[in-house]
């Protein structure tokens, strides 16, 4: 079974500042999708930046970029220019292929602060 | 695009009765949907997933008698906690699958649902 660790329960930062949050995740496939997910304090889950293994490239969505390493298993996720809204949980979800009928499987998650 | 509904937002229900969440996808067709619960302070833990005309999928240690899940048509999944107890108090989750156009066959989710049992 697939496994996902995210070993930070809380980060801190300052506001405009860069900070890391890491996960890494443990599968026996070659080929599978990873995700970061916002929980704010609405509980509404919202989809940060995702990843194909298949891909080398890091993925970048604006302020959200990873670094993902393959044979380390490790998916990290850099926010940089932090702003008080990024205050949230942040998820990291791990998926297998396979059309999507798969559900995902979550990491205990990262309480992120953004300090004024 | 790509919304999804969960009702109720919240409910109170006493011990021994049972709870109909519904999980609706509002602006495209899932054939697929997924469930999950969140205890407070915790991670989501997958509890089925729910196929259009088909049973559903139970994750291990899911009491398939207990969570009832019903998708009788391409937008709306229904969970049902039967004769619910304090321990089933939590946050329920759905999620629907995005139309297979996307590699990622992305997941959108609902708001969730609190349930608390007296």
């Known amino acids: 079974a697939q496994t996902v660790t995210q070993s930070q329960p809380e980060m801190s930062v300052q506001e405009a500042e860069t900070v890391t949050l890491s996960c890494t995740y443990d599968?026996?496939?070659?080929?599978?999708?990873l995700f970061w997910y916002k929980q704010p304090p609405s509980r509404q889950m919202i989809l940060v930046i995702r990843q194909e293994a298949y891909k080398q490239q890091n993925a970048t969505e604006n302020r959200f970029s990873v670094n993902f390493q393959k044979a380390a298993k490790s998916f990290s996720l850099k926010i940089s220019d932090s702003q008080l809204g990024d205050a949230a949980m942040y998820f990291c979800a791990y998926r297998r292929p396979g059309g999507g009928a798969d559900g995902l499987t979550f990491g205990k998650g990262t309480h992120l602060i953004i300090q004024p | 695009g790509a919304v999804v509904s969960q009702h109720p937002s919240w409910v109170i229900c006493k011990s021994g009765t049972s709870v109909k969440i519904e999980c609706r996808s509002l602006d495209f067709q899932a054939t697929t949907m997924f469930w999950y619960r969140q205890f407070p302070k915790q991670s989501l833990m997958l509890m089925a997933t729910?196929?259009?005309?088909?049973?559903?999928?139970?994750e291990q240690g899911v009491e398939k008698d207990k969570f009832l899940i019903n998708h009788a048509s391409l937008t709306l999944s229904t969970l049902t906690v039967t004769s619910a107890h304090p321990e089933d108090s939590s946050f329920y989750i759905c999620s629907a699958r995005s139309p297979g156009t996307d590699i990622y066959n992305e997941q959108f989710f609902g708001p969730g649902t609190r349930l608390t049992v007296l």
């Open positions: 599968t026996s496939e070659s080929d599978y999708y």
């Open positions: 729910s196929n259009e005309g088909s049973k559903a999928t139970y």
